[in-house]
């Protein structure tokens, strides 16, 4: 089985800020990870992900998140957080070797403020 | 080339109605999906296409079927609706493939059932 928790409803950070927000996962074997954004009324976007490689990922309008195997954890982070930023981010997973559906967390509510 | 489209956007519904929520992308991509999204549940699966001509269940899958109608399209539908089915329902494809590993969302359908 696969899953993955996202241990913060919504995340406050002042605009010019760093920000970080957690996922944790587990699954059998080598994760692929994901993340994604939902701005209102639209549809999931994808962000970055993590396959193989580089412990640091980089990905879209200057996000980057961090692989730590040890820790089973894929925290998205932003040196300098926008207003344009908040949005809902959903953190996703799948094994390597299994299923090629993913399992996505709960969701974090990210709110900048000016 | 418009991605994932989806039908209609808004729908009001009366319990015991039934109506089918329409899905198509023009990406050539080989697997389909169908998730509903309610507050603090994340994203949940309800139905997933692997290839044309199969469907399986996903974590939710009473109280709707699917039907893959071709490469490009997949529909939902609700045979007799019910308040619980009230969400915003999201519908993604997917091409598989360790480089292309990514989910592609519609905008969603809202769908309010009275």
């Known amino acids: 089985a696969q899953s993955v928790a996202q241990p913060e409803d919504q995340v406050n950070v002042a605009e010019g800020n760093p920000l970080t927000v957690k996922c944790t996962y587990s699954v059998s074997g080598n994760p692929y990870l994901f993340w994604y954004v939902q701005y209102p009324n639209r549809g999931l976007q994808f962000l970055l992900k993590?396959?193989?490689?580089?412990?640091l990922v980089k990905g879209s309008y200057g996000f980057e998140a961090e692989f730590n195997k040890s820790q089973t954890s894929f925290h998205l982070k932003k040196p300098s957080a926008l207003v344009s930023d908040s949005a809902l981010y959903f953190c996703?997973?799948?094994?390597?070797?299994?299923?090629?559906?993913?399992?996505f967390g709960r969701g974090t509510s990210l709110i900048v403020h000016p | 080339n418009a991605g994932v489209t989806q039908t209609p956007k808004f729908q009001v519904l009366k319990t015991g109605q039934s109506m089918t929520l329409q899905c198509a992308q023009d990406m050539n991509h080989n697997s389909m999906y169908w998730y509903r999204q309610d507050p603090g549940m994340g994203l949940r699966l309800i139905y997933y296409?692997?290839?044309?001509?199969?469907?399986d269940k996903g974590e939710v899958p009473n109280g709707y079927n699917v039907s893959r109608l071709n490469k490009r399209e997949f529909s939902l539908r609700l045979e007799s609706a019910a308040p619980s089915q009230t969400s915003v329902y999201f519908c993604?494809?997917?091409?598989?493939?360790?480089?292309?590993?990514?989910?592609?969302f519609g905008p969603g359908t809202r769908l309010t059932v009275l």
């Open positions: 993590y396959i193989t490689g580089d412990n």
């Open positions: 993604a494809s997917h091409l598989q493939g360790v480089s292309t590993d990514t989910q592609y």
């Open positions: 296409s692997a290839s044309e001509g199969t469907t």
């Open positions: 996703a997973v799948r094994a390597s070797g299994g299923s090629y559906i993913p399992t």
